[in-house]
Protein backbone atom coordinates (compact mmCIF):
# COMPACT_ATOMS: atom_id res chain seq x y z
CA UNK A 1 0.00 0.00 0.00
CA UNK A 2 0.82 3.80 -0.69
CA UNK A 3 0.05 5.20 2.87
CA UNK A 4 0.62 8.84 3.87
CA UNK A 5 1.65 9.84 7.49
CA UNK A 6 0.89 13.53 8.75
CA UNK A 7 2.88 14.47 11.65
CA UNK A 8 6.35 12.35 12.70
CA UNK A 9 6.11 12.81 16.41
CA UNK A 10 6.55 10.32 19.09
CA UNK A 11 3.39 7.90 17.84
CA UNK A 12 3.81 8.96 14.04
CA UNK A 13 7.28 8.56 13.53
CA UNK A 14 6.49 5.21 15.11
CA UNK A 15 3.65 4.15 13.13
CA UNK A 16 5.71 5.61 9.87
CA UNK A 17 8.92 2.96 10.59
CA UNK A 18 6.34 -0.09 11.70
CA UNK A 19 4.83 0.90 7.99
CA UNK A 20 8.37 0.52 6.47
CA UNK A 21 8.92 -2.46 7.98
CA UNK A 22 5.62 -4.10 7.11
CA UNK A 23 7.08 -2.96 3.33
CA UNK A 24 4.39 -0.66 2.46
CA UNK A 25 5.24 3.01 0.37
CA UNK A 26 5.59 5.52 3.03
CA UNK A 27 5.29 9.39 2.84
CA UNK A 28 5.63 11.14 5.55
CA UNK A 29 5.10 15.29 6.32
CA UNK A 30 6.21 17.15 9.40
CA UNK A 31 7.44 20.89 9.53
CA UNK A 32 11.16 19.09 11.63
CA UNK A 33 13.68 18.03 9.40
CA UNK A 34 15.23 16.06 11.79
CA UNK A 35 12.10 14.10 11.36
CA UNK A 36 11.64 13.75 7.65
CA UNK A 37 15.78 12.94 8.07
CA UNK A 38 14.59 9.96 10.01
CA UNK A 39 12.00 8.55 8.21
CA UNK A 40 13.93 9.02 5.00
CA UNK A 41 16.69 7.28 6.58
CA UNK A 42 14.57 4.34 7.33
CA UNK A 43 13.33 3.89 3.74
CA UNK A 44 10.34 6.25 3.36
CA UNK A 45 9.85 9.37 1.94
CA UNK A 46 9.44 12.82 3.49
CA UNK A 47 8.25 16.26 2.70
CA UNK A 48 7.39 19.69 4.81
CA UNK A 49 3.95 20.50 3.47
CA UNK A 50 1.16 18.33 3.51
CA UNK A 51 0.08 19.52 0.39
CA UNK A 52 3.22 18.36 -0.83
CA UNK A 53 2.22 14.72 -0.82
CA UNK A 54 2.13 12.52 -3.37
CA UNK A 55 -0.75 11.62 -5.21
CA UNK A 56 -2.69 8.42 -5.68
CA UNK A 57 -2.16 7.39 -1.66
CA UNK A 58 -4.28 4.77 -0.54
CA UNK A 59 -4.31 5.93 3.45
CA UNK A 60 -3.45 8.49 5.10
CA UNK A 61 -2.62 8.34 8.91
CA UNK A 62 -3.28 11.95 10.93
CA UNK A 63 -0.43 11.98 13.89
CA UNK A 64 -0.74 15.57 15.04
CA UNK A 65 -1.80 17.40 18.13
CA UNK A 66 -5.58 18.75 18.10
CA UNK A 67 -8.48 19.00 16.06
CA UNK A 68 -7.45 22.16 14.33
CA UNK A 69 -4.04 20.83 13.24
CA UNK A 70 -5.79 17.74 11.98
CA UNK A 71 -8.20 20.03 9.86
CA UNK A 72 -5.67 22.16 8.59
CA UNK A 73 -3.12 19.51 7.67
CA UNK A 74 -6.57 18.70 5.21
CA UNK A 75 -8.19 21.86 4.39
CA UNK A 76 -5.98 24.85 5.27
CA UNK A 77 -4.22 26.50 2.92
CA UNK A 78 -1.37 23.84 2.41
CA UNK A 79 -3.50 20.85 3.13
CA UNK A 80 -4.01 17.64 1.02
CA UNK A 81 -7.48 16.92 0.66
CA UNK A 82 -8.08 18.06 -2.38
CA UNK A 83 -5.29 15.70 -3.95
CA UNK A 84 -6.31 12.92 -2.13
CA UNK A 85 -8.82 10.54 -4.93
CA UNK A 86 -12.12 9.32 -4.18
CA UNK A 87 -11.55 5.95 -2.49
CA UNK A 88 -8.81 6.97 -0.01
CA UNK A 89 -9.12 5.69 3.57
CA UNK A 90 -8.07 8.82 6.37
CA UNK A 91 -7.32 7.50 9.83
CA UNK A 92 -7.80 10.24 12.31
CA UNK A 93 -5.38 9.28 14.83
CA UNK A 94 -5.27 12.55 16.86
CA UNK A 95 -6.93 12.90 20.35
CA UNK A 96 -10.07 14.88 19.96
CA UNK A 97 -13.39 15.65 21.24
CA UNK A 98 -16.36 13.20 19.78
CA UNK A 99 -17.88 15.95 18.25
CA UNK A 100 -14.61 16.89 16.21
CA UNK A 101 -14.52 13.67 14.69
CA UNK A 102 -17.83 13.34 13.18
CA UNK A 103 -17.47 16.99 11.87
CA UNK A 104 -13.74 16.22 10.03
CA UNK A 105 -15.60 12.51 8.49
CA UNK A 106 -18.52 14.70 7.12
CA UNK A 107 -16.21 17.55 5.52
CA UNK A 108 -14.19 14.47 3.93
CA UNK A 109 -17.28 12.85 2.92
CA UNK A 110 -18.33 15.80 0.74
CA UNK A 111 -14.99 14.92 -1.30
CA UNK A 112 -15.92 11.40 -1.50
CA UNK A 113 -13.28 10.77 1.39
CA UNK A 114 -14.11 7.99 4.35
CA UNK A 115 -12.53 8.74 7.81
CA UNK A 116 -11.98 6.00 10.25
CA UNK A 117 -11.96 7.73 13.78
CA UNK A 118 -9.17 5.85 14.95
CA UNK A 119 -7.30 7.13 18.18
CA UNK A 120 -4.46 5.34 19.38
CA UNK A 121 -2.54 4.36 22.80
CA UNK A 122 0.70 2.61 24.15
CA UNK A 123 3.44 5.12 23.65
CA UNK A 124 6.65 5.82 21.94
CA UNK A 125 7.57 1.94 22.75
CA UNK A 126 4.35 0.56 21.27
CA UNK A 127 4.40 2.92 18.46
CA UNK A 128 7.92 1.97 17.32
CA UNK A 129 6.94 -1.79 17.87
CA UNK A 130 4.04 -1.79 15.93
CA UNK A 131 2.04 -3.12 18.62
CA UNK A 132 -0.07 0.04 19.50
CA UNK A 133 -4.07 -0.20 20.79
CA UNK A 134 -6.38 1.47 18.31
CA UNK A 135 -9.84 2.57 19.25
CA UNK A 136 -11.61 2.23 15.98
CA UNK A 137 -14.89 3.28 15.02
CA UNK A 138 -16.19 3.75 11.24
CA UNK A 139 -17.90 1.94 8.19
CA UNK A 140 -16.95 -1.72 7.81
CA UNK A 141 -16.16 -1.33 4.32
CA UNK A 142 -13.24 1.46 5.28
CA UNK A 143 -11.45 -1.48 7.77
CA UNK A 144 -10.77 -3.64 5.48
CA UNK A 145 -9.52 -1.78 3.21
CA UNK A 146 -6.77 -0.29 5.41
CA UNK A 147 -6.64 -3.66 7.10
CA UNK A 148 -3.07 -3.93 6.55
CA UNK A 149 -1.80 -0.38 7.32
CA UNK A 150 -3.49 -1.11 11.02
CA UNK A 151 -1.95 -4.81 11.07
CA UNK A 152 1.14 -3.03 10.70
CA UNK A 153 0.93 -0.58 13.25
CA UNK A 154 -1.35 -2.35 16.33
CA UNK A 155 -1.03 -5.21 18.35
CA UNK A 156 -5.28 -4.40 19.05
CA UNK A 157 -7.86 -3.13 16.98
CA UNK A 158 -11.03 -2.24 19.10
CA UNK A 159 -13.93 -2.34 16.25
CA UNK A 160 -16.55 0.12 18.32
CA UNK A 161 -18.98 -0.09 15.61
CA UNK A 162 -20.05 1.97 12.70
CA UNK A 163 -20.46 5.75 13.88
CA UNK A 164 -17.42 7.81 13.70
CA UNK A 165 -17.20 9.76 17.32
CA UNK A 166 -17.26 6.41 19.15
CA UNK A 167 -13.32 6.01 19.24
CA UNK A 168 -13.39 9.35 20.35
CA UNK A 169 -15.23 8.87 23.04
CA UNK A 170 -13.59 5.76 24.58
CA UNK A 171 -9.63 7.15 24.30
CA UNK A 172 -11.52 10.34 26.19
CA UNK A 173 -11.92 7.95 29.08
CA UNK A 174 -8.18 6.28 28.47
CA UNK A 175 -7.64 9.54 28.69
CA UNK A 176 -9.22 10.72 31.71
CA UNK A 177 -7.65 8.18 33.74
CA UNK A 178 -3.88 8.51 31.93
CA UNK A 179 -3.91 11.76 33.26
CA UNK A 180 -5.04 10.90 36.33
CA UNK A 181 -2.81 8.15 37.00
CA UNK A 182 0.49 10.04 35.77
CA UNK A 183 -0.63 13.36 37.94
CA UNK A 184 -1.40 10.56 41.36
CA UNK A 185 1.76 8.71 40.63
CA UNK A 186 3.86 12.15 40.34
CA UNK A 187 2.19 13.05 43.89
CA UNK A 188 3.37 9.92 45.74
CA UNK A 189 6.28 10.29 44.53
CA UNK A 190 6.47 13.45 45.79
CA UNK A 191 5.34 13.16 48.66
CA UNK A 192 7.69 10.28 49.35
CA UNK A 193 10.50 12.76 48.80
CA UNK A 194 9.69 14.79 50.89
CA UNK A 195 8.92 12.25 53.87
CA UNK A 196 12.40 11.20 53.33
CA UNK A 197 12.43 8.11 51.11
CA UNK A 198 14.68 7.58 48.86
CA UNK A 199 13.08 7.60 45.09
CA UNK A 200 14.39 4.54 43.52
CA UNK A 201 13.73 2.26 46.27
CA UNK A 202 10.35 3.74 46.70
CA UNK A 203 9.84 3.01 43.31
CA UNK A 204 11.01 -0.42 43.44
CA UNK A 205 9.18 -1.04 46.22
CA UNK A 206 5.55 0.59 44.84
CA UNK A 207 6.43 -1.17 41.20
CA UNK A 208 5.79 -4.24 42.78
CA UNK A 209 2.86 -3.56 45.41
CA UNK A 210 -0.76 -3.13 45.03
CA UNK A 211 -0.27 0.28 44.45
CA UNK A 212 1.37 0.51 41.28
CA UNK A 213 0.18 1.72 37.91
CA UNK A 214 0.93 1.22 34.40
CA UNK A 215 1.81 5.26 34.36
CA UNK A 216 4.10 5.07 37.57
CA UNK A 217 6.08 2.11 36.26
CA UNK A 218 6.29 3.76 32.57
CA UNK A 219 6.70 7.73 33.85
CA UNK A 220 8.62 7.81 36.93
CA UNK A 221 11.85 6.22 35.38
CA UNK A 222 11.81 9.61 33.73
CA UNK A 223 11.61 11.39 37.70
CA UNK A 224 14.07 8.93 38.43
CA UNK A 225 16.37 9.97 35.13
CA UNK A 226 16.11 13.67 36.11
CA UNK A 227 15.40 13.75 32.31
CA UNK A 228 12.13 15.91 31.01
CA UNK A 229 12.69 15.12 27.54
CA UNK A 230 9.28 14.72 26.04
CA UNK A 231 7.81 11.33 25.41
CA UNK A 232 4.30 13.13 25.86
CA UNK A 233 3.94 16.48 27.21
CA UNK A 234 2.84 18.23 29.79
CA UNK A 235 0.58 20.31 27.41
CA UNK A 236 -0.86 17.61 25.97
CA UNK A 237 -2.96 16.37 29.02
CA UNK A 238 -3.67 20.46 29.51
CA UNK A 239 -5.58 19.60 26.08
CA UNK A 240 -6.60 15.84 26.99
CA UNK A 241 -7.87 16.40 30.22
CA UNK A 242 -9.78 20.03 29.09
CA UNK A 243 -11.66 17.70 25.91
CA UNK A 244 -13.02 15.34 28.93
CA UNK A 245 -13.96 18.59 31.17
CA UNK A 246 -15.58 19.89 28.09
CA UNK A 247 -17.85 16.62 26.99
CA UNK A 248 -18.53 16.19 30.76
CA UNK A 249 -20.10 19.55 31.75
CA UNK A 250 -21.57 19.08 28.07
CA UNK A 251 -23.34 15.91 30.15
CA UNK A 252 -23.97 17.49 33.72
CA UNK A 253 -21.49 14.80 34.51
CA UNK A 254 -18.77 15.79 37.55
CA UNK A 255 -15.54 14.81 37.48
CA UNK A 256 -13.17 15.95 40.64
CA UNK A 257 -10.53 14.00 40.02
CA UNK A 258 -9.59 14.94 36.37
CA UNK A 259 -10.77 18.35 37.57
CA UNK A 260 -7.80 18.42 39.88
CA UNK A 261 -4.98 16.28 37.59
CA UNK A 262 -5.85 19.30 35.00
CA UNK A 263 -5.29 21.87 37.29
CA UNK A 264 -1.90 20.33 38.54
CA UNK A 265 -1.06 19.80 34.29
CA UNK A 266 -2.13 23.77 34.01
CA UNK A 267 0.36 25.05 36.95
CA UNK A 268 3.09 22.90 35.77
CA UNK A 269 2.66 24.49 32.08
CA UNK A 270 1.85 28.30 33.34
CA UNK A 271 5.12 27.52 35.72
CA UNK A 272 6.52 27.02 31.70
CA UNK A 273 6.80 23.40 31.96
CA UNK A 274 4.28 22.82 29.26
CA UNK A 275 7.02 21.61 26.80
CA UNK A 276 8.31 18.79 29.11
CA UNK A 277 7.54 15.32 29.33
CA UNK A 278 4.55 15.06 31.53
CA UNK A 279 5.69 12.90 34.22
CA UNK A 280 7.31 16.57 35.55
CA UNK A 281 4.02 17.57 36.06
CA UNK A 282 5.63 16.54 39.66
CA UNK A 283 7.44 20.11 39.19
CA UNK A 284 4.24 21.67 40.69
CA UNK A 285 5.51 19.91 44.32
CA UNK A 286 9.20 20.51 43.58
CA UNK A 287 8.03 24.54 43.90
CA UNK A 288 5.65 24.36 46.77
CA UNK A 289 6.52 21.59 48.83
CA UNK A 290 10.60 22.44 47.83
CA UNK A 291 11.35 19.10 47.35
CA UNK A 292 14.56 18.10 45.42
CA UNK A 293 14.42 15.93 42.29
CA UNK A 294 17.03 13.68 41.17
CA UNK A 295 19.24 14.92 38.48
CA UNK A 296 20.03 13.71 34.97
CA UNK A 297 23.48 12.16 35.03
CA UNK A 298 26.29 14.04 33.42
CA UNK A 299 28.22 12.24 30.46
Known sequence: MKTGVIGLGTMGMGAALSLVKA??????????????????????????????????LDALI??????????????????CAGRL?????????????????????????EIGIVMLDTPVSGGQVAA???????????????????????????????RLGDEVGVGSTVKM???????????????????????GADPQTLFDVISSSAGSSWMWQNRMPHVLAGDDT????????????GIVLDQARGLTFPLPMASAAHQLFLAAAA?????????FVIRV??????????????P
Open 23 to 56: GQQVHGCDLRAVARDELIAAGGLAVGRPGDLADG
Open 85 to 109: APGTVVLCCVTVAPEAARKLAARLA
Open 271 to 279: SGHGGRDDS
Open 62 to 79: LFVVNAAQAEDALFGPDG
Open 128 to 158: RGGSMTVMASGSAAAFDRVAPVLDAIAGKVW
Open 230 to 241: PLSAVNIFVKDL
Open 173 to 195: VNQLLAGVHIAVAAEAMALGIRA
Open 285 to 298: WESLAGIKLPEKAQ
